[in-house]
T-cell receptor
Framework: GQQVMQIPQYQHVQEGEDFTTYCNSS?????IQWYKQRPGGHPVFLIQ?????EVKKQKRLTFQFGEAKKNSSLHITATQTTDVGTYFC?????????????FGKGTKLSVIP | NAGVTQTPKFRVLKTGQSMTLLCAQD?????MYWYRQDPGMGLRLIHY???????AKGEVPDGYNVSRLKKQNFLLGLESAAPSQTSVYFC?????????FGPGTRLTVT
């Protein structure tokens, strides 16, 4: 019930092509976060989405939260080799005085120069 | 600020041995977490803490114990290591729901 599904698992793109990864839930999300993990590195927070239909941009990255708050997407325009890594979505939930994240399995992006 | 640090960076254990992984943060965060990351599995929460002296189980707690005696430190213990515990372990702390991760510990159990 708390899982988030990410697709695709892997994506290989030519440098300059666009890339999109999707995050889906069967239940309504209170919020969704996105993290990036470079090869050999640790996850780094990118953004949090909270509102239905929310769209946020960070340079070439566009994040969307679905109207029903059950899905989210991350789109990268004109990929660069620096975009290589694994992108994770994570649903946040609060309960019993705590706050936790449940991560999707990630989408591993390879960029061919 | 060093952020979140983890020691050691690498460790090889034999089945049945014990060890403790140390996580330290200098950001005065209340919440701290231990995750394990396995290929194709994403990050799975082992244990977490909402403050000094408190701990709680996450998704995959079996075989692990934790302690949070000081606010800045969160220790993860393996009492009797098993090959299934071969993984990369990440510690994180959070402020305002945003999590800050340490560099990770790569543990191999033979």
């Amino acid at each position: 019930g708390q899982q988030v599904m990410q697709i695709p698992q892997y994506q290989h793109v030519q440098e300059g092509e666009d890339f999109t990864t999707y995050c889906n839930s069967s239940t309504t999300l209170s919020n969704i976060q996105w993290y990036k993990q470079r090869p050999g590195g640790h996850p780094v927070f990118l953004i949090q989405l909270v509102k239905s239909g929310e769209v946020k941009k960070q340079k070439r990255l566009t994040f969307q939260f679905g109207e029903a708050k059950k899905n989210s997407s991350l789109h990268i325009t004109a990929t660069q080799t620096t975009d290589v890594g694994t992108y994770f979505c994570a649903r946040g939930y609060s309960g019993a005085g705590s706050y936790q994240l449940t991560f999707g399995k990630g989408t591993k992006l390879s960029v061919i120069p | 600020n060093a952020g979140v640090t983890q020691t050691p960076k690498f460790r090889v254990l034999k089945t049945g041995q014990s060890m403790t992984l140390l996580c330290a943060q200098d950001m005065n965060h209340e919440y701290m977490y231990w995750y394990r990351q396995d290929p194709g599995m994403g990050l799975r929460l082992i244990h977490y803490s909402v403050g000094e002296g408190t701990t709680a189980k996450g998704e995959v707690p079996d075989g692990y114990n934790v302690s949070r005696l000081k606010k800045q430190n969160f220790l993860l213990g393996l009492e009797s290591a098993a090959p299934s515990q071969t993984s990369v372990y990440f510690c994180a702390s959070s402020y305002g729901q945003k999590e800050y991760f340490g560099p990770g510990t790569r543990l191999t159990v033979t």
